[in-house]
């Protein structure tokens, strides 16, 4: 089926690299979600966009976190000289919905596991 | 302080037994959803159920059943005669009105049903 796809799906990193994370929405999506999950925990919300515009990005945990959305599709989540503490999946969510709004479905992909040692 | 509270952190159960995972929540909106999800080892998230906060009417599907009272601000999630399917962890999300653009979600109930 056509959903929500992530990569890669495991990610291994020495401290102090970079690393970028890709997610690629379901075709005509609007809204797109990222968030982290630390092991054992629930998801947290990092940042999120309608279509090319970041109109949140009050979740992401230092000035170390980009992420961008250049053309409304493919998002690229980037963490700079990663720290042990960046491990965690990264989930990316989307949705159909013009706007955010409360109530909306999002539908999450698989997420990527990134292992900073 | 923590919007959505699932206490329960893992549960056991023997096949075709019935199990109730809790979710509590904390919020000052009027407005506001909330939702369960299913996470099994594959990772991803799957969408069980919203319900919004006008609409107390409990929901059934299929084996699935969710109690929302808002008197004791809890949504509740019970599986009628489990199967080793259900195994999964379960997420509970709530979303307001006023921060719409993202799920606040609990740290999930952890199922394992026995066969």
């Known amino acids: 089926g056509a959903g929500v796809s992530q990569s890669p799906r495991y990610k291994v990193a020495k401290r102090g690299q970079d690393v970028a994370l890709r997610c690629d929405p379901i075709?005509?999506?609007?809204?797109l979600f990222w968030y982290q999950q630390a092991l054992g925990q629930g998801p947290e919300f990092l940042t999120y966009f309608q279509n090319e515009a970041q109109l949140d990005k009050s979740g992401l945990p230092s000035d170390r976190f980009f992420a961008e959305r250049p053309e409304g599709s493919v998002s690229t989540l980037k963490i700079q000289r990663t720290q042990q503490e960046d491990s965690a999946v990264y989930l990316c969510a989307s949705s159909f919905s013009l706007g955010p709004g409360p109530g909306t479905v999002e539908e999450f992909g698989p997420g990527t596991r990134l292992t900073v040692l | 302080a923590q919007k959505v509270t699932q206490a329960q952190t893992e549960i056991s159960v023997v096949e075709k037994e019935d199990v109730t995972l809790d979710c509590v929540y904390e919020?000052?909106?009027?407005?506001?959803?909330l939702f369960w999800y299913k996470q099994p080892p594959s990772g991803e998230l799957v969408f069980l159920i919203r319900?919004?906060?006008?609409?107390?009417q409990n929901e059934i599907s299929g084996r699935y059943s969710w109690n929302f009272q808002k008197s004791t601000s809890s949504f509740n999630f019970t599986i009628t005669a489990s199967q080793v399917v259900d195994s999964a962890v379960y997420f509970c999300?709530?979303?307001?009105?006023?921060?719409?653009?993202?799920?606040?979600f609990g740290t999930g109930t952890s199922l394992t049903v026995i066969p």
């Open positions: 075709s005509g999506h609007v809204s």
């Open positions: 999300a709530l979303s307001e009105a006023v921060t719409g653009n993202q799920f606040y």
């Open positions: 919020t000052r909106d009027t407005t506001y959803y």
């Open positions: 319900r919004n906060s006008f609409d107390e």
